[in-house]
Protein backbone atom coordinates (compact mmCIF):
# COMPACT_ATOMS: atom_id res chain seq x y z
CA UNK A 1 0.00 0.00 0.00
CA UNK A 2 1.20 3.65 -0.98
CA UNK A 3 2.23 6.08 1.80
CA UNK A 4 0.38 9.35 2.19
CA UNK A 5 3.54 11.14 1.09
CA UNK A 6 3.44 8.71 -2.48
CA UNK A 7 -0.30 10.01 -3.36
CA UNK A 8 0.17 13.69 -3.23
CA UNK A 9 3.15 15.99 -4.11
CA UNK A 10 4.80 17.64 -1.04
CA UNK A 11 7.62 20.76 -1.03
CA UNK A 12 9.91 22.18 0.61
CA UNK A 13 9.93 25.50 2.02
CA UNK A 14 12.80 27.72 2.25
CA UNK A 15 15.24 27.36 5.52
CA UNK A 16 14.46 29.74 7.74
CA UNK A 17 15.26 30.72 11.27
CA UNK A 18 13.21 28.24 13.52
CA UNK A 19 10.84 29.97 15.79
CA UNK A 20 11.59 27.64 19.03
CA UNK A 21 15.33 27.04 18.74
CA UNK A 22 16.24 30.37 17.78
CA UNK A 23 19.72 28.42 17.28
CA UNK A 24 18.69 26.12 14.55
CA UNK A 25 17.16 26.99 11.25
CA UNK A 26 13.94 25.20 9.64
CA UNK A 27 12.61 24.09 6.64
CA UNK A 28 8.84 22.52 6.46
CA UNK A 29 7.48 19.49 3.82
CA UNK A 30 4.08 21.08 2.67
CA UNK A 31 1.40 19.75 0.97
CA UNK A 32 0.62 20.96 -2.73
CA UNK A 33 -1.35 23.70 -1.84
CA UNK A 34 -3.85 22.28 -5.04
CA UNK A 35 -4.06 19.11 -3.69
CA UNK A 36 -8.00 18.63 -3.02
CA UNK A 37 -7.95 18.83 0.77
CA UNK A 38 -10.82 16.89 2.70
CA UNK A 39 -11.09 16.49 6.86
CA UNK A 40 -10.66 12.68 6.46
CA UNK A 41 -7.89 12.62 4.42
CA UNK A 42 -6.21 15.44 7.05
CA UNK A 43 -7.10 12.82 9.58
CA UNK A 44 -4.72 9.98 8.45
CA UNK A 45 -2.55 12.39 7.89
CA UNK A 46 -2.11 13.94 11.17
CA UNK A 47 -1.39 10.12 12.50
CA UNK A 48 1.80 10.77 10.48
CA UNK A 49 2.84 13.29 12.27
CA UNK A 50 1.37 16.24 10.22
CA UNK A 51 -0.25 19.36 10.69
CA UNK A 52 -2.30 22.51 9.32
CA UNK A 53 -1.47 26.25 9.64
CA UNK A 54 -4.62 27.55 8.20
CA UNK A 55 -4.89 25.86 5.01
CA UNK A 56 -1.25 24.87 4.29
CA UNK A 57 -0.49 20.88 5.67
CA UNK A 58 2.91 20.59 6.70
CA UNK A 59 5.56 18.13 8.84
CA UNK A 60 9.16 19.45 9.80
CA UNK A 61 11.83 18.68 7.62
CA UNK A 62 14.49 20.26 8.95
CA UNK A 63 18.10 18.60 7.85
CA UNK A 64 19.79 18.89 10.92
CA UNK A 65 17.13 18.72 13.86
CA UNK A 66 14.22 16.49 14.36
CA UNK A 67 13.04 17.98 18.18
CA UNK A 68 9.62 18.82 16.77
CA UNK A 69 7.27 15.73 17.52
CA UNK A 70 3.79 15.43 17.04
CA UNK A 71 2.19 14.16 20.22
CA UNK A 72 -1.35 12.86 20.52
CA UNK A 73 -3.09 12.04 24.09
CA UNK A 74 -5.27 8.86 24.55
CA UNK A 75 -8.36 10.40 26.37
CA UNK A 76 -9.37 7.17 27.95
CA UNK A 77 -5.47 6.42 29.46
CA UNK A 78 -4.85 10.06 30.57
CA UNK A 79 -4.79 10.47 33.95
CA UNK A 80 -4.42 14.15 35.44
CA UNK A 81 -2.09 15.40 38.06
CA UNK A 82 -2.83 16.93 41.49
CA UNK A 83 -2.13 20.46 39.79
CA UNK A 84 -4.25 19.63 36.94
CA UNK A 85 -6.84 18.37 39.16
CA UNK A 86 -7.06 21.81 40.90
CA UNK A 87 -7.08 23.99 37.87
CA UNK A 88 -10.16 21.65 36.52
CA UNK A 89 -11.92 22.19 39.97
CA UNK A 90 -11.20 26.01 39.74
CA UNK A 91 -12.41 26.90 36.33
CA UNK A 92 -15.65 24.72 36.85
CA UNK A 93 -17.25 28.54 37.01
CA UNK A 94 -16.63 29.36 33.33
CA UNK A 95 -19.84 28.29 30.63
CA UNK A 96 -18.14 26.69 28.04
CA UNK A 97 -20.56 26.91 24.57
CA UNK A 98 -19.00 26.53 21.26
CA UNK A 99 -19.25 29.85 19.18
CA UNK A 100 -21.60 29.87 16.18
CA UNK A 101 -20.01 33.21 14.41
CA UNK A 102 -17.20 32.39 13.17
CA UNK A 103 -14.06 34.58 14.15
CA UNK A 104 -15.08 37.43 15.28
CA UNK A 105 -14.02 41.12 16.18
CA UNK A 106 -14.46 39.97 20.15
CA UNK A 107 -11.91 37.01 19.14
CA UNK A 108 -9.51 39.11 17.85
CA UNK A 109 -9.21 41.45 20.65
CA UNK A 110 -8.98 38.81 23.13
CA UNK A 111 -5.94 37.44 20.62
CA UNK A 112 -4.12 40.85 20.46
CA UNK A 113 -4.16 41.18 24.22
CA UNK A 114 -2.80 37.62 24.37
CA UNK A 115 0.07 38.40 21.92
CA UNK A 116 0.66 42.03 23.62
CA UNK A 117 1.66 39.97 26.60
CA UNK A 118 3.84 36.95 25.22
CA UNK A 119 5.54 39.22 23.00
CA UNK A 120 5.92 42.25 25.11
CA UNK A 121 8.81 43.98 22.77
CA UNK A 122 6.20 44.74 20.35
CA UNK A 123 7.67 42.13 17.42
CA UNK A 124 4.20 41.03 16.73
CA UNK A 125 1.25 43.55 15.03
CA UNK A 126 -2.04 43.80 15.88
CA UNK A 127 -3.81 41.64 13.80
CA UNK A 128 -7.45 41.55 12.57
CA UNK A 129 -10.24 39.19 13.09
CA UNK A 130 -9.93 38.28 8.96
CA UNK A 131 -5.90 37.72 8.74
CA UNK A 132 -6.69 35.62 12.64
CA UNK A 133 -9.28 33.72 10.97
CA UNK A 134 -6.87 32.90 7.91
CA UNK A 135 -4.26 31.16 10.10
CA UNK A 136 -6.84 29.17 11.93
CA UNK A 137 -9.59 27.83 9.93
CA UNK A 138 -9.05 25.80 6.60
CA UNK A 139 -12.53 26.02 3.92
CA UNK A 140 -12.12 22.18 3.82
CA UNK A 141 -12.02 21.95 7.85
CA UNK A 142 -14.41 20.72 10.44
CA UNK A 143 -13.17 23.75 13.26
CA UNK A 144 -15.15 24.70 16.52
CA UNK A 145 -14.67 27.61 18.43
CA UNK A 146 -15.16 26.52 22.22
CA UNK A 147 -15.85 29.97 23.68
CA UNK A 148 -15.12 30.00 27.66
CA UNK A 149 -16.99 32.68 29.69
CA UNK A 150 -17.23 33.70 33.20
CA UNK A 151 -20.65 35.90 33.45
CA UNK A 152 -20.73 37.12 29.77
CA UNK A 153 -16.93 37.90 29.66
CA UNK A 154 -14.52 36.08 27.24
CA UNK A 155 -11.89 34.58 28.78
CA UNK A 156 -10.47 31.88 26.29
CA UNK A 157 -11.06 30.66 22.56
CA UNK A 158 -9.76 27.30 22.12
CA UNK A 159 -10.22 26.15 18.23
CA UNK A 160 -10.38 22.67 17.59
CA UNK A 161 -10.38 20.48 14.41
CA UNK A 162 -12.77 17.74 14.85
CA UNK A 163 -11.55 14.49 13.33
CA UNK A 164 -12.73 11.25 12.50
CA UNK A 165 -11.01 9.86 15.63
CA UNK A 166 -10.62 12.77 17.96
CA UNK A 167 -9.85 16.92 18.29
CA UNK A 168 -6.70 18.20 17.36
CA UNK A 169 -5.84 21.66 19.04
CA UNK A 170 -5.49 24.61 16.73
CA UNK A 171 -4.78 27.07 18.47
CA UNK A 172 -5.75 28.47 22.02
CA UNK A 173 -6.06 32.74 23.26
CA UNK A 174 -7.20 33.64 26.39
CA UNK A 175 -7.10 36.58 29.33
CA UNK A 176 -3.64 36.78 30.59
CA UNK A 177 -4.47 38.28 33.54
CA UNK A 178 -7.42 35.92 34.22
CA UNK A 179 -5.43 32.96 33.39
CA UNK A 180 -2.93 34.08 35.84
CA UNK A 181 -4.86 32.54 38.73
CA UNK A 182 -6.66 30.31 36.59
CA UNK A 183 -4.11 28.47 34.35
CA UNK A 184 -6.47 28.66 31.26
CA UNK A 185 -4.24 27.36 28.69
CA UNK A 186 -3.80 24.12 30.93
CA UNK A 187 -7.84 23.94 31.99
CA UNK A 188 -8.59 24.52 27.96
CA UNK A 189 -6.78 21.15 26.96
CA UNK A 190 -8.47 19.30 30.09
CA UNK A 191 -11.73 20.29 28.59
CA UNK A 192 -10.97 18.81 25.25
CA UNK A 193 -9.69 15.70 26.75
CA UNK A 194 -13.10 15.51 28.51
CA UNK A 195 -15.03 16.64 25.34
CA UNK A 196 -12.98 14.03 23.18
CA UNK A 197 -14.52 11.44 25.66
CA UNK A 198 -18.34 12.70 25.65
CA UNK A 199 -18.15 12.56 21.85
CA UNK A 200 -16.85 8.53 21.97
CA UNK A 201 -13.45 9.54 20.39
CA UNK A 202 -10.36 8.00 21.17
CA UNK A 203 -7.65 10.71 20.83
CA UNK A 204 -6.67 14.50 21.65
CA UNK A 205 -3.29 15.58 19.16
CA UNK A 206 -2.63 18.46 21.22
CA UNK A 207 0.47 19.93 18.39
CA UNK A 208 4.51 19.37 18.04
CA UNK A 209 6.57 18.94 21.47
CA UNK A 210 9.73 20.55 21.77
CA UNK A 211 11.96 19.45 24.67
CA UNK A 212 14.03 22.17 24.69
CA UNK A 213 11.47 24.77 23.73
CA UNK A 214 9.55 26.50 27.11
CA UNK A 215 6.45 27.32 25.25
CA UNK A 216 6.21 23.82 23.76
CA UNK A 217 7.45 21.27 26.37
CA UNK A 218 4.46 21.82 28.86
CA UNK A 219 2.49 18.90 26.78
CA UNK A 220 4.30 16.58 28.52
CA UNK A 221 2.91 17.61 31.36
CA UNK A 222 -0.30 15.44 30.14
CA UNK A 223 0.51 11.98 31.26
CA UNK A 224 0.46 9.77 29.51
CA UNK A 225 1.25 11.43 25.98
CA UNK A 226 2.56 9.50 22.96
CA UNK A 227 5.26 11.04 19.89
CA UNK A 228 5.30 10.16 16.60
CA UNK A 229 9.25 8.99 16.35
CA UNK A 230 10.46 7.52 13.10
CA UNK A 231 6.80 6.26 12.10
CA UNK A 232 5.93 4.75 15.60
CA UNK A 233 3.56 6.46 18.39
CA UNK A 234 5.95 5.98 21.11
CA UNK A 235 5.08 7.55 25.34
CA UNK A 236 6.92 10.62 25.88
CA UNK A 237 8.41 11.40 29.69
Request: glycine share 6%; with cysteine; charged share 25%.
Amino acid sequence: MKSLQETMRLFATYEHSCPYLPEKNSVNAIVDPKYPMEISQYSKMINEGYRRSGKQVYRPYCPDCNECISTRILVDEFKPSRNQKRTWKRNQDLVVTEGKQGFSKEYADLYNTYTRTRHPDGELEEDSAENFASFVEADWSCTAFYEFRKEGKLLCVAAVDILEQGLSAVYTFYDPEASAKRGLGTFALLWEIEQTKKLGLAYVYPGYWIKESPKMNYKTRFQPIYGRVNGEWIALS
